[in-house]
């Protein structure tokens, strides 16, 4: 008998709209991405490949949690059942971030464009979205990692939503963004992309989860005609993570990360979940 091959990835992932809401049981849209984390043995070596930047909004810890207990479920049951990895990655989520909401193991288990709502710990509901439209081209500019982690801004946010009254109001915007999305997505309704992204960003600005320089990256994103977000936990201090972007003309976005000396990359959506690539 050859040595045994074992290697299984996972995606990384973007929220469209909802990330924090969701938290409190409000509605988000998240998507898989073009990324992945790859765990793999062949023989003795064992090892770990990954271009899912850490700690930036893309899912990066979730997709190590998912893609490690589909590992242990291939070697030992040779199958994946992905809502026993779902559960497993879950619990893994809880020890490293204290109260996610869930929706990023399950996105990135599943795949494709997810709409998940926490009704309450023991009962997360979630649908894959069929979108019926071609999205436009979108990008992904890294401002880089955020001082704070995602347990730590889930925790401001917590710290707000008992302080202030008002708060609700605002993830009650959120959630009618994210309807709104849906609807865009399903073609229910002609909303713009850019008026989606934009007030979905304003309303992340309100909650508090966006920092001053990645305030100002965003307003020069939307003075040459395009519309950024903040995508994830988020960042106060520094930098943001990662912000998806959009612009009408590729060109014009191009020529103006270069100007600024920024990393941009071209992200598609709604791939795959977690995968065996190969078990021989
Ligand atoms: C992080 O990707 C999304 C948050 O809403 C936290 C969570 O849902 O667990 C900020």
Do not use: C
Request: charged share 25%.
């Amino acid at each position: 008998m050859g040595k045994r091959v074992v290697r299984v990835s996972a995606p990384g992932k973007i929220i469209l709209s909802g990330e924090h809401a969701v938290v409190y049981g409000y509605p988000a849209i998240a998507t898989a991405i073009d990324r992945r984390l790859t765990i793999f043995k062949s023989g003795n070596q064992k090892g770990i490949v990954s271009d899912i930047p850490i700690g930036s909004g893309m899912g990066s810890s979730a997709a190590l949690a998912v893609a490690s207990a589909a590992y242990s479920s291939v070697l030992k049951e040779n199958s994946l059942d992905l809502g026993k990895i779902n559960s497993t990655a879950y619990k893994m989520e809880k020890k490293r971030h204290g109260n996610p909401s869930g929706i990023d193991n399950t996105v990135v288990t599943y795949g494709g464009f997810l709409w998940y709502r926490k009704e309450t710990e023991g009962l997360k509901t979630f649908s894959d979205i069929k979108i019926k439209r071609k999205l436009p081209r979108l990008f992904l500019i890294d401002t880089g990692r955020p001082k704070e982690t995602t347990k730590e801004m889930v925790s401001y946010v917590s710290g707000i939503y008992k302080a202030k009254s008002s708060t609700r109001s605002l993830l009650l915007d959120i959630e009618r963004v994210t309807k709104s999305f849906l609807k865009f997505l399903l073609r229910e309704e002609n909303s713009s992309f850019r008026e989606l992204i934009t007030e979905n960003e304003k309303l992340l600005e309100r909650l508090g989860v966006v920092s001053d320089s990645t305030l100002r990256l965003v307003k020069k994103i939307e003075r040459i005609g395009g519309a950024a977000k903040v995508s994830g936990a988020g960042g106060k201090k520094g930098a943001s993570g990662i912000l998806l972007v959009y612009h009408p003309e590729r060109s014009k976005l191009l020529s103006f990360t270069k100007s600024q000396n920024l990393g941009i990359f071209s992200v598609e959506l709604g791939k795959e979940g977690v995968k065996v690539e190969r078990n021989s």
